[in-house]
């Protein structure tokens, strides 16, 4: 596709609820990120993928946190057992590889009540 | 956690002034990137610089880098009221794979 694109594009949940956020990448990038920011903030690193593997996941939280990306193009955040302090805009990047721009979608904001 | 810090925090300048932000890191880069974010969503790609690079040019944006200082700056020449955003530096650490983390950014604002 044209960008990167992240869906839903707003996600309010219970707590205790099970979520699951979407990235298509821009088609060919290999790398893709996760990143939460919070209001005032810059964003976090969550965790990274080269192809379909997570070679990076040392941002996520806690165990809480998953993240998948079967056919090395789509990837899938997934929170449980969500909590307030999950509330956050969760963005996607891809790049082609190391050393060139990273684009990013517009995020999914993400409400936990 | 955040590898980068900018500084300002917060800059409110004149349409047609020229607007300097700086970010500093810690440990060694590949490469910096600079974005600007609008609105707490998307943010936007402005320029990457790499670590054996000095300077770039971007239109009336223009990133200096001096890795002996660790440190990092973005000039916005004449700016316009729709500069008006927050702006971010992103460090991809030379002892890393291809992460790359964010500092905690610049609000700036022009005014009209």
């Known amino acids: 596709g044209a960008g990167v694109s992240q869906t839903p594009s707003n996600k309010v949940t219970e707590k205790g609820k099970y979520v699951e956020l979407r990235c298509d990448p821009i088609?060919?990038?290999?790398?893709l990120y996760w990143y939460r920011q919070s209001l005032g903030q810059g964003p976090e690193f969550l965790i990274y993928?080269?192809?379909?593997?997570?070679?990076?996941d040392s941002g996520l939280p806690n165990d809480r946190f998953f993240a998948v990306r079967p056919e090395g193009s789509v990837s899938t955040l997934k929170i449980q057992r969500t909590e307030r302090g999950d509330s956050a805009v969760y963005l996607c990047?891809?790049?082609?590889?190391?050393?060139?721009?990273?684009?990013f979608g517009q995020g999914t904001r993400l409400t936990v009540v | 956690s955040q590898q980068g810090e900018e500084d300002p925090q917060a800059l409110s300048i004149q349409e047609g002034e020229n607007a300097t932000m700086n970010c500093s890191y810690k440990?060694?880069?590949?490469?910096l990137q600079w974005y600007r974010q609008n609105s707490g969503r998307g943010l936007v790609h402005l320029i990457l610089?790499?670590?054996?690079?000095r300077e770039k040019h971007s239109g009336r944006l223009r990133v200096t880098l001096d890795t002996s200082k660790k440190s990092s700056s973005l000039l916005i020449t004449a700016s316009r009221a729709a500069d008006t955003a927050s702006y971010f530096c992103?460090?991809?650490?030379?002892?890393?794979?291809?992460?790359?983390?964010f500092g905690t950014g610049t609000s700036l604002t022009v005014i009209p």
């Open positions: 990047a891809s790049r082609l590889g190391q050393g060139t721009e990273a684009f």
């Open positions: 088609s060919g990038h290999t790398a």
């Open positions: 993928f080269q192809g379909t593997g997570a070679a990076d």
């Open positions: 440990t060694s880069i590949n490469n």
């Open positions: 610089i790499r670590s054996n690079e």
């Open positions: 992103a460090t991809a650490l030379s002892n890393t794979g291809n992460q790359f983390y």
